[in-house]
Nanobody, 119 residues
């Protein structure tokens, strides 16, 4: 059974920092692309950052230079360090694991963790 469990969300003031974690189980973590997505109220879910296995990360323009994605394959965990947070970063943040094999896509989502940026 595949599980992705996010943690680290919460309430933070503008300009503050948070670090999200996503612990995976039930998958061969090292071969998956790991990503963070977010969904604000009334908006579509959007990519925040993703990190393919053994490759460089990709970031949404809105978070470049503020957010950093990293992964620890030994711990089967992906992280999202968020600095200089803005109110517009408020959203539910989701972890995703995905890979392609033989033309088939395999993807899994976590349950999400709320991040609220407010004075």
């Amino acid at each position: 059974q595949v599980q992705l469990v996010e943690s680290g969300g919460g309430l933070v003031q503008p300009g503050g920092s948070l670090r999200l974690s996503c612990a995976a189980s039930g998958i061969n973590f090292s071969i998956y692309t790991m990503g963070w997505y977010r969904q604000a109220p009334g908006k579509q879910r959007e990519l925040v950052a993703e990190m393919p296995s053994g490759s460089i990360p990709n970031y949404a323009d809105s978070v470049k230079s503020r957010f950093t994605i990293s992964r620890d394959n030994a711990k089967k965990t992906v992280y999202l360090q968020m600095n200089s947070l803005k109110p517009e970063d408020t959203a539910v943040y989701y972890c995703k694991a995905d890979r392609m094999q033989w033309g088939l896509k395999y993807d899994y989502w976590g349950q999400g963790t709320q991040v609220t940026v407010s004075p």
